[in-house]
C-alpha cells in the first residue's frame, strides 16, 4: 500500500470518525504527523499530554504561561511519539516483537520490586493520571526499545580499561567516602598573642601539640589540643570553610570565635566507605556503558529520522 494511499484511506476513517464533545472541550481528530507509512493523529497526542496538561491547568501561572508550557510539551511528546514510530517501524525489519506475556512479566516484576499489588500498582498509576492500559504500552515500548538496542546498538559499544581509569581521576570525591578529620586546637584570648603562636609554628620551632600545651587555654591543652574526630559538616559556617581546604598535618588561619582566637590543626584525614579503582571498576562500567549505549541510540534514531519521510501537522 502506497503512502498517500495510507494517509487518504486514514483520513476516510477519521471523517467517519467525526467529532466527539465532552462536558470541557470539543476535539475534532486529525493528523499531525507523518512518519514513512505511519500516521500519528490528535488523539493519540492528546491521550499522551492530558495527564501533564491537567498539570499545568492546575499551576497558578498566567494564561500565556500555561499556553507555551502546553505548546512546548505538546512537541517534546510528538517528537517522543515519533521515535517510537520509528523504533516500530525498525522493530518490524528485524523481525522482533514484544508479547503480551512479556508485557505482563515485567509488570509483575515492578509491582514485586516494589511491593505492590494490583490495586496499589492502579492507585499510584491513577495519581498519575495513566491508564492501566497506557501503562501497559510505555512497558511494551521500552521492552522494544531494549531489544533493539541489544540488536543495533550495543555490539557498537566499548568500554577500555583506560576509559574506567579516566572516569574515576575525575570524579576521585565520588569514591572516597566519609570524610571524618581528627584536629588539634590552640586557643587564646588575644590575637597578637596566637600570632605569635603561628608564627612559630610556621618556622617549625615548635610542633602543634607542644604549642597548645604551651600556650592554649583550652580546657583539652594537656592533650596537645586533641579535639578529637569529626565530620566537619557538623561544624559552623567558620570552622567548616577554615578546615576544608587542609590537608593532612597544615593548619587554619586564626579563626575568631567569639572574643576569643584560635587556629585548627589537621591531625589526620580518615576516609571510611571509599573504593580504590579495583574496588570501583564495575561501578564504573556500568555508568560508562550506560552512558554511551543512550548517547549512541540517540545518534541511531538521529539517523532513522534523517533517512525517514517525516511531516509534522501540529
Not at 114 to 139: C, F, H, S, V
Not at 200 to 206: A, D, I, M
Not at 264 to 279: F, H, M, N, P, R
Not at 286 to 311: C, G, P, T
Request: charged share 30%.
Amino acid at each position: 500500500m502506497s503512502k498517500k494511499t495510507l494517509v487518504v484511506l486514514a483520513g476516510i476513517c477519521l471523517l467517519g470518525a467525526g467529532s466527539f464533545v465532552s462536558a470541557k472541550e470539543e476535539i475534532v481528530d486529525r493528523i499531525v504527523a507523518i512518519v514513512n507509512d505511519d500516521i500519528i493523529t490528535l488523539s493519540q497526542l492528546n491521550k499522551e499530554t492530558r495527564p501533564y496538561r491537567e498539570r499545568i491547568a492546575a499551576t497558578d501561572r498566567s494564561r500565556s504561561d500555561k499556553e507555551q508550557m502546553i505548546q512546548s510539551l505538546e512537541q517534546d511528546i510528538l517528537d517522543k511519539l515519533i521515535d517510537q514510530a520509528l523504533t516500530r517501524q525498525e522493530a518490524a525489519r528485524y523481525n522482533i516483537s514484544v508479547s503480551d506475556d512479556d508485557v505482563m512479566t515485567a509488570m509483575e516484576n515492578f509491582k514485586k520490586t516494589n511491593n505492590l499489588d494490583q490495586e496499589g500498582l492502579e492507585k499510584g498509576l491513577e495519581a498519575e493520571g495513566i491508564t492501566l492500559e497506557q501503562y501497559q504500552e510505555r512497558i511494551r515500548e521500552d521492552i522494544l526499545q531494549s531489544m533493539l538496542i541489544n540488536r543495533a546498538v550495543r555490539s557498537k559499544v566499548i568500554i577500555t580499561q583506560e576509559d574506567i581509569a579516566a572516569y574515576y581521576e575525575k570524579n576521585a570525591d565520588a569514591f572516597q567516602g566519609e570524610k571524618k578529620y581528627h584536629l588539634r586546637n590552640i586557643l587564646m584570648d588575644t590575637k597578637q598573642g596566637i600570632q605569635e603562636v603561628v608564627s612559630q609554628l610556621e618556622k617549625n620551632q615548635l610542633t602543634f601539640a607542644k604549642a597548645a600545651r604551651q600556650y592554649s587555654m583550652a580546657s583539652n591543652a594537656e592533650e596537645g589540643g586533641d579535639l578529637g574526630i569529626f565530620d566537619v559538616d557538623n561544624f559552623s559556617e567558620i570552622i567548616r570553610d577554615a578546615v576544608l581546604p587542609l590537608e593532612k598535618k597544615e593548619f587554619s588561619r586564626v579563626i575568631q570565635t567569639g572574643s576569643r582566637y584560635q587556629v585548627i590543626y589537621v591531625e589526620d584525614i580518615l576516609a571510611s566507605g571509599g573504593k580504590t579503582l579495583e574496588q570501583a571498576a564495575d561501578e564504573i562500567q556500568d555508568i560508562l556503558y550506560r552512558e554511551q549505549v543512550e548517547q549512541k541510540f540517540a545518534d541511531w534514531i538521529a539517523s532513522l529520522k534523517k533517512n525517514a519521510h517525516i511531516k509534522i501537522m501540529l
